[in-house]
């Protein structure tokens, strides 16, 4: 097992937007910081949406999800925190001399005096078309996701899903496509009102309560070309030619190193019970972001950011009980005079 007896203030679990600001406001809290992430990149989920236009981070005009990664990493690295990517945090334990030992999946050892969980909803697994041999088209045209907007200019585009990256996708494509069609299997969205609305006033082709029951292949069989499309109640079909079929059926989380409740976490609803400072029912363990429960959530990024503060105020009074409450603004911050951002 490889050995690494450095002992972190702060080791953050989690790359994506609340880990990124976690990270960076850790060293403004002059912590020591060390940040795991699974994936081999940061930026958590964004990094599904990144040609996706994010609207609600407070001070920035819309922003492409890869833009907003681009600046979150800077932010986060203004302090240099260790970052350690591609490892899979599998088991936490906490030593006789009260730091924590956290294994990963690469036999690698981090130590810590505490822990901030920003794993959003774990590791997430694409809800994919369950349809047989559909898989064959993830090649050409049946997307999970949108890396280039462009590829879909002047196609005819069928979305599956309701949710806001169904209704943010069919907004964006729906300027440059030559048609887009959203399926949905109930009349209602659960995206953002205003972009429900946008959507509705558009000329995307709304069709609710059907799903894609079926596709069919170019003579080729390289692509889809038609789509059956069922409704949910009647069983009456309806078949559309298509150049492109994006399915948002949503995410599949895995946050099985939760499965042993290690240490006694509090798990509701695959997520963590949290007090309104982000302590879970472990001691010296915070949490931000999606994975955190408590009354006053808001599931936004710029939520995730104010979780990010408080857990990380939080794990500074832990370790230092006669420490300020918070940071000092960045504006008049002392670590700023010497930190070239």
Not at 170 to 189: G, I
Not at 257 to 279: A, I, K, N, Y
Request: glycine share 8%; proline share 4%.
């Amino acid at each position: 097992m490889v050995q690494d007896n450095t002992c972190y203030d702060v080791t953050i679990i989690g790359g994506g937007p609340a880990g990124l600001y976690a990270a960076f406001y850790s060293g403004m809290r002059d912590l020591k910081t060390k940040v795991i992430e699974h994936e081999k990149e940061l930026g958590g989920k964004i990094n599904v949406y990144k040609e996706k236009t994010i609207w609600d981070v407070g001070g920035l005009p819309p922003t492409n999800g890869s833009q907003l990664i681009s600046q979150l990493i800077d932010q986060s690295s203004t302090f240099r925190p260790t970052i350690a990517l591609g490892e899979q945090v599998v088991d936490i334990q906490r030593m006789n001399n009260g730091l924590f030992h956290i294994t990963t999946n690469k036999n690698r050892n981090h130590y810590s005096k505490t822990i901030i969980l920003a794993t959003g909803y774990g590791i997430l697994r694409q809800a994919k078309l369950n349809i047989e041999g559909a898989e064959v088209f993830e090649t050409s045209n049946l997307h999970y996701t949108v890396t280039n907007l462009e590829q879909f200019r002047q196609k005819h585009v069928v979305i599956s899903g309701g949710g806001n990256s169904a209704v943010d996708w069919a907004n964006e494509l729906e300027p440059m496509a030559k048609s887009v069609t959203v399926v949905h299997r109930r009349d209602q969205f659960g995206g953002h009102e205003t972009f429900v609305a946008r959507m509705r006033q558009s000329s995307v082709d709304i069709l609710t309560p059907y799903a894609i029951d079926d596709v069919k292949a170019s003579p080729d069989g390289c692509c889809i070309e038609q789509v059956t499309l069922k409704h949910c109640e009647n069983e009456q079909c309806h078949f559309q030619e298509t150049d492109a079929v994006i399915v948002n059926h949503g995410y599949q989380p895995d946050l099985s190193f939760l499965d042993h409740h290690p240490l006694g976490l509090q798990v509701e609803e695959r997520r963590l019970r949290t007090s309104p400072q982000m302590e879970t029912s472990a001691s010296g363990i915070f949490a931000a972001g999606d994975i955190s429960n408590h009354s006053s959530s808001i599931p936004l990024i710029a939520g995730a950011f104010t979780e990010a503060g408080l857990a990380v105020n939080a794990a500074k009074l832990y370790i230092h009980p006669n420490a300020a409450r918070y940071a000092r603004v960045s504006s008049h911050n002392d670590r700023f005079k010497t930190t070239t951002v």
